[in-house]
Nanobody, 128 residues
Framework: QVQLVESGGGLVQPGGSLRLSCAAS????????MGWFRQTPGKEREFVAA????????YYAASVKGRFTISRDNAKSTVNLHLNNLKPEDTAVYYC?????????????????????WGKGTLVTVSS
């Protein structure tokens, strides 16, 4: 079993920045892709960004490319999401996910109900 714990959400003004972190525990994640999804009420959970320890790949949703950056800390089994130039439409609950033996793009297109592990989410609110 892998436990995923997100942190770093909060309230930020438009144009501001935040850093989200997802710490994995319980099992080594060196064969996993880890990434971020987000969800707003009444909408489907959507992919944001991912990194794969399996093949070293990165993948971003078009809506965040150039504004968000994903990074990892191998020693801490942590994946960070740096959110820059935030917009009100980025407001959502952000969820961390992990999928074994996957590329970053593979995690992006995986069926949500088939992804191996999910965190509980952290709320990001972009508002003035």
């Amino acid at each position: 079993q892998v436990q995923l714990v997100e942190s770093g959400g909060g309230l930020v003004q438009p144009g501001g920045s935040l850093r989200l972190s997802c710490a994995a525990s319980g099992r080594t994640v060196t064969n996993y892709a880890m990434g971020w999804f987000r969800q707003t009420p009444g909408k489907e959970r959507e992919f944001v960004a991912a990194f794969s320890w399996t093949d070293g790949s990165l993948y971003y949703a078009a809506s965040v490319k150039g504004r968000f950056t994903i990074s990892r800390d191998n020693a801490k089994s942590t994946v960070n999401l740096h959110l820059n130039n935030l917009k009100p439409e980025d407001t959502a609950v952000y969820y961390c996910a992990a999928e074994r033996f996957s590329s970053a793009q593979g995690l992006a297109v995986a069926r949500k109900d088939g992804i191996d592990y999910w965190g509980k989410g952290t709320l990001v609110t972009v508002s003035s």
